[in-house]
């Protein structure tokens, strides 16, 4: 009799998993992970490994004896197919079956397909796991032209490391501003005018309408108004889904991704689910949000283990996201989501400045450039509900610490 299942290897079931452990929970654990790979970091794969400065060795989340140490048997390579959460029981790919007393899903999420004639020829590429990362850096060694399709983090990330490279790249978004739905337009300038500054060409307002082929490999895309752009290698980066089936095949609650509460229970008593394959309600989003970050599958994490031992403690962290592209550092504390009013600390020309993102005059997110400083107090008002006033935020000798007292 297995206690604990764990599907999914990656931050938030490995965090679940030791969390549960260090906290008392003394049953039998075992964690199935469909990739081959040991557990590894992904947000390298878009920049230092792109790049080679970082090896697939240096990718590994932990030392193989941490599994061992915490008694927890990781299957790799192995995939669950089936939930029977009447008989509580998983249905591996393999045709085993495991017992669960408890069910952590954690599956994490998928890069979206783009639908367009021609998305199958060989060079259109996407990139989630270290597979697609080793795949793509042998593609970039001999691309010339690659086309971007998104100028979302994925996009950006893989843009400026192509860049660096000394590639030609376009980035096509079919927005009107980079990363418009997570930062303030003027940190979407600021990342704009970086990238065109390193030579990346970026089109707005316009989306593929089909992918060229030429002997079954992809030779250039074709933009809605006919437009073609040649293309030897094109990165899909249009946004991630969740990898949910499981859950919805098994009866869970599922809304953009399996519907969790604040300690990630489902509404089925013993299963919980966590990281990006979850949606829970945000205070700080004041809504209901799926969230893609590295901290929230790790804090998420945490809050399932904890519920695991029977120790809860609920699930409130401030999210948190971060992204390198080029010399720049960008990192978002909030959900600036519905923001009505920014306001700028810092100099913006001097490459180190904060934008605070106010929503009915509540400070709700701040993103940051190359100011981790600005990150760490902040953090902390978000967390205490605590907002500067517009002329304080933009006042750079307002000690913002002090409001915190
Ligand atoms: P995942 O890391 O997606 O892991 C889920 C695992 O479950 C996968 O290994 C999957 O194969 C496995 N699985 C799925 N279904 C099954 C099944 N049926 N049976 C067995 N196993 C299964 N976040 C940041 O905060 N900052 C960044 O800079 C950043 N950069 C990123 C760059 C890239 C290229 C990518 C892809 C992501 C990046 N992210 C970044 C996002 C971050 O990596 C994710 O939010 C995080 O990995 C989510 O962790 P998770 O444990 O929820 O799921």
């Not at 003394?26 to 400065?53: C, G, H, N, W």
């Not at 048997?73 to 045709?95: F, M, P, S």
């Not at 980079?178 to 390193?198: F, G, M, T, W, Y």
């Not at 309600?281 to 519920?307: K, T």
Request: hydrophobic content about 45%; proline content about 3%; charged content about 25%.
């Amino acid at each position: 009799m297995n206690g604990l299942v764990v599907i999914g290897a990656s931050y938030a079931g490995i965090q679940a998993a030791l969390t549960a452990r260090a906290a008392g929970y003394a049953e039998p654990v075992t964690m199935i992970a469909e990739e081959r790979a040991p557990p590894y970091q992904r947000p390298p794969l878009s920049k230092d490994f792109l790049l080679d400065e970082i090896s697939a060795q240096a990718l590994l989340m932990h030392d193989e004896a941490i599994f061992s140490d915490n008694r927890i048997e990781l299957c790799l390579g192995d995939r669950v197919v089936g939930i029977d959460r009447t008989a509580g029981r998983v249905v591996l790919a393999g045709g085993a079956v495991l017992d669960f007393e408890r069910l952590v899903i954690a599956t994490g999420s998928r890069a979206r397909r783009i639908a367009v004639r021609g998305a199958e020829l060989d060079g259109v590429c996407y990139l989630r796991s270290i597979a697609d990362a080793a795949d793509l850096k042998a593609r970039l060694g001999h691309a010339r032209e690659i086309v971007i399709v998104g100028g979302g983090f994925i996009g950006l990330e893989v843009a400026s490391s192509a860049a660096r490279l000394g590639k030609k790249v376009t980035v096509i978004e079919a927005a009107s501003r980079l990363l418009e739905r997570a930062v303030s337009p003027v940190v979407s300038r600021v990342l704009l005018d970086r990238h065109v500054r390193a030579g990346v060409a970026v089109k707005f307002g316009t989306a593929v309408s089909a992918m060229i082929g030429d002997g079954g490999r992809v030779a250039a895309i074709e933009l809605n108004e006919g437009v073609r752009l040649g293309a030897d290698l094109v990165v899909v980066g249009i946004g991630g889904i969740a990898n949910d089936e499981l859950a919805i095949a098994a009866g869970l609650d599922c809304t953009n991704g399996i519907v969790v509460d604040e300690h990630g229970r489902t509404a089925c008593p013993g299963i919980y689910a966590a990281g990006d394959c979850a949606n829970h309600y945000s205070r700080f989003a004041e809504g209901w949000i799926r969230l893609e970050s590295v901290q929230h599958a790790q804090d998420q994490g945490r809050a399932v283990g904890l519920a695991i031992a029977e120790s809860h403690e609920p699930y409130d962290s401030v999210p948190r996201f971060w992204s390198d592209q080029h010399d720049l550092k960008l990192q978002i504390v909030g959900h600036s989501a519905r923001s009505d009013r920014s306001v700028i600390r810092g100099a913006i020309e001097a490459g180190r400045f904060s934008a605070f993102n106010y929503r009915q005059g509540k400070l709700v997110a701040v993103d940051s450039i190359n100011n981790p400083t600005d990150q760490m107090v902040t953090r902390r008002l978000i967390a205490a509900g605590i907002s500067p006033t517009p002329e304080q935020a933009a006042d750079s000798s307002c000690d913002l610490k002090s409001l915190l007292k």
